[in-house]
């Protein structure tokens, strides 16, 4: 399984942001999905997370009622909507998968990451 994410930028605090990730190689349909991000000198820490079928999300409270997650199966794309951006959002934020339906918070429940977007919000 190949992650590569994209859709990352610079924005200005309060701008938005929509980070896409295109899943090759495997049924992505069969993968649980989700966001992670590092920043400078910070370990890696969650952000979203969504099931197989899409039916079940979960946010760090960092970024809830700012983002969505989102996928389609059809198009093996992951998606993160990123709303009210702060200077704190900025990060490389990584997708990966796991080869379960359920969503998971701990990063090593992922099996697969992808190689990150910058997300760098200015103030």
């Known amino acids: 399984v190949q992650l590569q994410a994209s859709g990352g930028g610079l924005v200005q605090a309060g701008g938005s942001l929509r980070l896409s990730c295109v899943v090759t190689?495997?049924?992505?349909?069969?993968?649980?999905t989700g966001w992670f991000r590092q920043a400078p000198g910070k370990g890696r820490e969650f952000v979203a997370a969504?099931?197989?079928?899409?039916?079940?999300?979960m946010y760090a409270d960092s970024v809830k009622g700012r983002s969505t997650i989102f996928r389609d199966n059809a198009e093996n794309t992951l998606y993160l909507q990123m709303n009210s951006l702060k200077p704190e959002d900025t990060a490389v934020y990584y997708c990966?998968?796991?080869?379960?339906?359920?969503?998971?918070?701990?990063?090593?429940?992922?099996?697969?990451w992808g190689p990150g977007t910058q997300v760098t919000v200015s103030s």
């Open positions: 990966a998968a796991r080869r379960y339906s359920g969503v998971r918070p701990e990063s090593y429940e992922y099996e697969y």
């Open positions: 190689g495997r049924a992505f349909s069969n993968y649980a």
């Open positions: 969504i099931s197989w079928s899409g039916d079940t999300t």
